[in-house]
Protein backbone atom coordinates (compact mmCIF):
# COMPACT_ATOMS: atom_id res chain seq x y z
CA UNK A 1 0.00 0.00 0.00
CA UNK A 2 0.79 3.54 -0.33
CA UNK A 3 2.71 5.37 1.97
CA UNK A 4 2.65 9.18 3.02
CA UNK A 5 5.03 11.59 4.48
CA UNK A 6 2.65 14.36 6.17
CA UNK A 7 4.44 17.34 7.75
CA UNK A 8 4.40 19.13 10.10
CA UNK A 9 3.29 16.46 12.59
CA UNK A 10 2.02 19.66 14.90
CA UNK A 11 1.91 23.42 15.78
CA UNK A 12 0.82 25.61 17.85
CA UNK A 13 -0.26 28.79 15.56
CA UNK A 14 -1.16 32.68 16.09
CA UNK A 15 -4.50 33.41 14.84
CA UNK A 16 -5.00 35.48 12.28
CA UNK A 17 -2.06 33.30 10.56
CA UNK A 18 -1.77 30.73 7.80
CA UNK A 19 -0.35 27.28 7.82
CA UNK A 20 0.55 24.89 5.26
CA UNK A 21 0.43 20.90 5.76
CA UNK A 22 2.69 19.13 3.07
CA UNK A 23 1.74 15.37 1.72
CA UNK A 24 4.48 13.15 -0.31
CA UNK A 25 2.70 10.04 -1.41
CA UNK A 26 5.63 7.19 -2.42
CA UNK A 27 3.80 6.82 -5.18
CA UNK A 28 1.50 8.21 -7.93
CA UNK A 29 -2.25 8.78 -7.34
CA UNK A 30 -4.95 10.20 -9.27
CA UNK A 31 -6.92 12.07 -5.87
CA UNK A 32 -5.91 12.85 -2.85
CA UNK A 33 -8.15 13.70 0.12
CA UNK A 34 -7.75 16.10 2.65
CA UNK A 35 -9.75 15.74 5.99
CA UNK A 36 -10.76 17.40 9.48
CA UNK A 37 -10.71 15.68 12.97
CA UNK A 38 -11.97 17.24 15.55
CA UNK A 39 -12.42 16.32 18.93
CA UNK A 40 -14.62 13.41 19.61
CA UNK A 41 -15.82 14.06 16.07
CA UNK A 42 -15.89 11.90 12.78
CA UNK A 43 -12.70 12.64 9.67
CA UNK A 44 -14.81 15.47 8.10
CA UNK A 45 -13.50 15.68 4.09
CA UNK A 46 -12.45 19.16 3.68
CA UNK A 47 -11.23 18.63 -0.33
CA UNK A 48 -10.38 16.52 -2.92
CA UNK A 49 -7.16 17.73 -4.81
CA UNK A 50 -6.30 16.35 -8.28
CA UNK A 51 -3.29 17.25 -9.91
CA UNK A 52 -4.01 19.79 -13.08
CA UNK A 53 -7.36 20.95 -12.03
CA UNK A 54 -8.84 22.86 -9.39
CA UNK A 55 -9.56 21.15 -5.92
CA UNK A 56 -12.86 20.20 -5.04
CA UNK A 57 -14.80 21.63 -1.63
CA UNK A 58 -17.33 19.69 0.23
CA UNK A 59 -19.91 22.07 1.80
CA UNK A 60 -18.42 24.29 4.41
CA UNK A 61 -15.28 24.62 2.57
CA UNK A 62 -14.28 27.14 0.71
CA UNK A 63 -11.17 27.72 -1.17
CA UNK A 64 -10.48 31.33 0.61
CA UNK A 65 -10.10 29.41 3.89
CA UNK A 66 -8.17 26.32 2.62
CA UNK A 67 -6.43 26.77 -0.27
CA UNK A 68 -5.14 23.56 -1.45
CA UNK A 69 -2.11 22.96 -4.40
CA UNK A 70 -1.51 19.77 -6.36
CA UNK A 71 1.90 20.73 -8.60
CA UNK A 72 2.24 16.51 -9.00
CA UNK A 73 0.75 13.15 -9.06
CA UNK A 74 3.00 12.51 -5.92
CA UNK A 75 2.16 15.77 -3.77
CA UNK A 76 -0.05 17.82 -2.31
CA UNK A 77 -0.23 20.71 0.15
CA UNK A 78 -3.39 22.21 2.30
CA UNK A 79 -3.10 25.90 3.70
CA UNK A 80 -5.28 26.93 6.84
CA UNK A 81 -5.95 30.81 6.25
CA UNK A 82 -6.62 33.68 8.55
CA UNK A 83 -6.67 30.81 11.64
CA UNK A 84 -8.73 31.29 14.82
CA UNK A 85 -8.95 29.14 17.76
CA UNK A 86 -12.39 27.18 16.11
CA UNK A 87 -9.54 25.93 13.17
CA UNK A 88 -7.85 24.01 16.06
CA UNK A 89 -7.84 19.89 14.95
CA UNK A 90 -6.28 17.22 13.46
CA UNK A 91 -5.57 17.18 9.96
CA UNK A 92 -5.06 14.30 7.63
CA UNK A 93 -4.30 13.35 4.29
CA UNK A 94 -5.44 10.12 2.26
CA UNK A 95 -5.23 8.59 -0.77
CA UNK A 96 -6.97 5.31 -1.59
CA UNK A 97 -4.93 2.56 -1.94
CA UNK A 98 -5.69 0.54 -5.26
CA UNK A 99 -4.15 -2.33 -3.77
CA UNK A 100 -6.18 -2.18 -0.55
CA UNK A 101 -9.85 -3.72 -1.76
CA UNK A 102 -10.94 0.29 -1.38
CA UNK A 103 -8.95 0.72 1.50
CA UNK A 104 -7.53 4.54 1.99
CA UNK A 105 -4.25 5.13 3.58
CA UNK A 106 -3.34 8.30 5.97
CA UNK A 107 -0.64 10.21 6.30
CA UNK A 108 -0.16 10.75 10.25
CA UNK A 109 -1.86 13.66 10.93
CA UNK A 110 -1.04 17.14 11.64
CA UNK A 111 -2.03 18.81 15.17
CA UNK A 112 -3.66 22.13 14.87
CA UNK A 113 -3.37 24.27 18.13
CA UNK A 114 -4.17 28.17 17.56
CA UNK A 115 -3.70 30.41 20.45
CA UNK B 1 -27.46 12.91 4.51
CA UNK B 2 -26.02 9.73 5.22
CA UNK B 3 -24.98 8.78 8.97
CA UNK B 4 -22.94 6.08 10.60
CA UNK B 5 -23.39 5.81 14.08
CA UNK B 6 -21.24 3.96 16.28
CA UNK B 7 -21.70 2.47 20.01
CA UNK B 8 -20.33 2.79 22.36
CA UNK B 9 -18.41 6.09 22.27
CA UNK B 10 -16.35 4.90 24.78
CA UNK B 11 -15.24 1.40 26.09
CA UNK B 12 -12.92 0.43 29.31
CA UNK B 13 -12.64 -3.23 30.14
CA UNK B 14 -9.56 -5.85 31.33
CA UNK B 15 -7.66 -7.71 29.08
CA UNK B 16 -8.43 -10.95 28.34
CA UNK B 17 -12.47 -9.54 28.31
CA UNK B 18 -14.88 -9.74 24.92
CA UNK B 19 -16.01 -7.35 23.34
CA UNK B 20 -18.54 -6.30 20.46
CA UNK B 21 -18.60 -2.74 19.20
CA UNK B 22 -21.39 -1.25 16.26
CA UNK B 23 -21.70 0.73 13.29
CA UNK B 24 -25.44 1.40 12.26
CA UNK B 25 -27.02 3.42 9.30
CA UNK B 26 -30.12 4.11 7.60
CA UNK B 27 -28.32 3.87 4.51
CA UNK B 28 -26.83 0.68 1.48
CA UNK B 29 -23.65 0.95 1.45
CA UNK B 30 -21.90 -0.76 -1.20
CA UNK B 31 -18.73 -1.75 1.27
CA UNK B 32 -17.68 -1.32 4.90
CA UNK B 33 -14.45 -0.64 6.07
CA UNK B 34 -13.19 -1.22 9.68
CA UNK B 35 -10.08 1.07 10.65
CA UNK B 36 -8.01 1.51 13.52
CA UNK B 37 -6.21 4.90 14.99
CA UNK B 38 -3.65 5.53 17.70
CA UNK B 39 -2.59 8.84 18.93
CA UNK B 40 -0.30 10.80 16.57
CA UNK B 41 -1.11 8.56 14.21
CA UNK B 42 -3.95 8.19 11.11
CA UNK B 43 -6.32 5.77 10.79
CA UNK B 44 -5.19 2.00 9.21
CA UNK B 45 -7.34 0.09 7.68
CA UNK B 46 -8.62 -3.34 9.59
CA UNK B 47 -10.83 -4.42 6.98
CA UNK B 48 -13.31 -3.99 4.21
CA UNK B 49 -16.66 -6.42 4.12
CA UNK B 50 -18.50 -6.11 1.00
CA UNK B 51 -21.41 -8.32 0.65
CA UNK B 52 -24.38 -8.47 2.83
CA UNK B 53 -24.03 -11.01 5.86
CA UNK B 54 -20.06 -11.63 5.46
CA UNK B 55 -18.18 -12.47 7.82
CA UNK B 56 -14.43 -11.75 8.21
CA UNK B 57 -11.90 -12.41 11.25
CA UNK B 58 -8.62 -10.82 11.64
CA UNK B 59 -6.82 -12.91 14.10
CA UNK B 60 -9.03 -11.96 17.39
CA UNK B 61 -11.01 -9.65 15.50
CA UNK B 62 -14.26 -10.46 14.02
CA UNK B 63 -16.24 -8.48 11.56
CA UNK B 64 -19.34 -8.97 10.29
CA UNK B 65 -21.72 -6.92 7.83
CA UNK B 66 -25.54 -7.01 8.24
CA UNK B 67 -27.28 -8.93 5.45
CA UNK B 68 -29.17 -5.54 4.31
CA UNK B 69 -25.75 -3.85 4.56
CA UNK B 70 -26.27 -1.22 6.54
CA UNK B 71 -24.76 -1.70 9.80
CA UNK B 72 -21.73 -4.04 10.91
CA UNK B 73 -19.72 -4.82 14.00
CA UNK B 74 -16.67 -5.94 15.02
CA UNK B 75 -16.24 -8.49 17.95
CA UNK B 76 -12.99 -8.63 20.07
CA UNK B 77 -12.31 -11.83 22.05
CA UNK B 78 -9.48 -11.98 24.90
CA UNK B 79 -8.61 -7.98 24.24
CA UNK B 80 -5.28 -7.25 24.62
CA UNK B 81 -3.54 -4.02 26.05
CA UNK B 82 -2.68 -3.39 22.21
CA UNK B 83 -5.97 -3.62 20.68
CA UNK B 84 -6.12 0.13 22.68
CA UNK B 85 -7.48 2.59 20.51
CA UNK B 86 -9.92 4.72 18.10
CA UNK B 87 -12.05 2.08 16.23
CA UNK B 88 -13.59 3.90 13.13
CA UNK B 89 -16.49 2.43 10.92
CA UNK B 90 -16.11 4.27 7.26
CA UNK B 91 -19.23 3.45 4.89
CA UNK B 92 -18.48 3.57 1.04
CA UNK B 93 -21.05 4.48 -1.75
CA UNK B 94 -20.26 7.12 -4.36
CA UNK B 95 -18.65 8.26 -1.48
CA UNK B 96 -16.77 7.44 1.88
CA UNK B 97 -18.47 8.39 5.02
CA UNK B 98 -16.99 8.02 8.61
CA UNK B 99 -18.42 7.43 12.08
CA UNK B 100 -17.21 9.13 15.21
CA UNK B 101 -15.46 6.17 16.84
CA UNK B 102 -14.93 4.12 19.55
CA UNK B 103 -12.80 5.04 21.80
CA UNK B 104 -11.67 1.34 23.04
CA UNK B 105 -9.05 1.16 26.56
CA UNK B 106 -8.00 -2.18 27.60
CA UNK B 107 -6.45 -1.93 31.26
CA UNK B 108 -3.98 -4.32 32.00
Known amino acids: SAVISQKPSRDICQRGTSLTIQCQVD?????MFWYRQQPGQSLTLIATANQGSEATYESGFVIDKFPISRPNLTFSTLTVSNMSPEDSSIYLC????????????FGSGTRLTVV | TQLLEQSPQFLSIQEGENLTVYCNSS?????LQWYRQEPGEGPVLLVTVVTGGEVKKLKRLTFQFGDARKDSSLHITAAQTGDTGLYLC????????FGKGTRLHILP
Open chain 2, 27 to 31: SVFSS
Open chain 1, 94 to 105: SVEDPGGVYGYT
Open chain 2, 90 to 97: AGRDDKII
Open chain 1, 27 to 31: SQVTM
